[in-house]
């Protein structure tokens, strides 16, 4: 008890600096985003970066499957594995997990402890700032073989961009944080791409036109080879059921017989416990990106890869909790991931309306989302997560009456979760979406009392 009543206070400190998740979305695009604060951390800190290498994983979509697979391909190869993600789903500590296994609270305690000398040496530091050093700090005492970062927000400015990576990822990039990031692809695309380093290989996701121009273009001027899923590697789904499907990827590549040139391929099939054509690409994007790692840093076999994958978990993403009634949940919260939801709930429950419940944060393209979700749901329930930048869910009923789908504002996740479990039928779906703090209460309040 005294140590969970420790770490508590220990969250409370980290939250008590500037935290730009939880800013409202018209002062964030002001914000003092500046990697010199961190720079000057992570020296006072020793460098702890760069004890280890490491995969840096940007984009809009996708970036958080990439990096869950690839760190349990690395897992599975038998390096000790870091991984640092952000937000967490259901406790702060899952951000830092060493294989598979968040950071102890007790150590989390005593590592703020240990560095608030430094802290607070430096003004305006973010929580994701001294969040992103305690992690490599961690990290690196620990002595981890291999490090997989995603990327907070954007690339360019982001607090984790002070790594040299072995590679750079750029996953699927679409409109997001526009206040921040532009309003426009190449906008958007130009922030992200601020994570490619000089002569440091780079991945990328198939992109719109538009931003994989701007990738092209930045990764010729950085001299950074650029491998493109699509060109580089393709992908696609050969069978899948409620727990995994099977993904068939097959590398081209040039084999000398003699003098002889002739085209040749590698083909693998993996089990991906990820449902969804969008996992599909990311699966491409995750190989291509632990290609390049095996081959300037650690060695992994193709039989390890597969076995990384089939063991790759993230919850939270098209993840089924139950299936009578049946209850998905997924982190959608842009337009372009909710056009991925719909699609992947009519390959894997065709027929099947949706009793929709849904919050979302108030900067989200809220319009763009419904024009994707409304068409297909029977009854909506929305609802309000927690954050500080939840939409009030009687604003997106306006916006819903309008559509003419019968629905109704319960705010606490919980109740609208076990309201949904009530009234769903046999030919409905629950799908809980909108945003990952809205999922996340789902999820817990469904473990807690076991809704059925």
Known sequence: MQDEKAYQQTLDYLYSFVDYSLTKADRLAQANFDLARMAELMRRLGDPQKAYPLIHVAGTKGKGSVTAMCSSILQAA?????????????????????????????DLVELVERIKPHIEAIPQLTTFEITTALAFLYFKEVRVDAAVIEVGLGGRLDATNVVLPVVSV???????????????????????????????????????????????????????????????????????????????????????AGNVSQNAAKTLRVALPLLGNHQVENAAVAYLAIDCFRKNALSVTDAQVVEGFSRTSWPGRFEILQTNPLVVLDCAHNRE??????????????????????????????????????????RAIFTKSFHPRATSPYLLEEKVNREKVASQVVENVAVALQKALEMVSEQQVVLVTGSIFVVAEARQAWKAKNLV
Do not use: W
């Open 337 to 378: 991931s909710c056009n991925q939801l719909i699609l992947t709930l009519q390959t894997t429950f065709p027929n099947r309306k949706i009793l929709l419940i849904f919050g979302a944060s108030e900067d989200k393209d809220i319009d763009g989302m419904f024009e994707e979700l409304l068409p297909h749901v029977d």
């Open 170 to 256: 750029i996953t699927s990039i679409s409109y997001d944080h526009t206040f921040v990031l532009g309003n426009t692809l190449q906008a958007i695309a130009r922030e992200k791409c601020g994570i490619i380093k000089p002569a440091i290989p780079v991945v990328s996701a198939p992109q719109d036109p538009q931003a994989m121009e701007v990738i092209k273009q930045i990764a010729h001027q950085r001299g950074a080879p650029l491998a493109v899923v699509g060109r580089d590697i393709l992908a696609r789904s050969i069978d899948q059921n409620l727990t995994h499907q099977v993904v068939e990827l097959t590398v081209p590549y040039q084999q000398i």
């Open 78 to 106: 038998g390096y000790r594995t870091a991984m640092y993600t952000s937000p967490h789903l259901e406790d702060y500590a899952e951000r830092i997990q060493v294989n598979g296994i968040p950071i102890p609270h007790q």
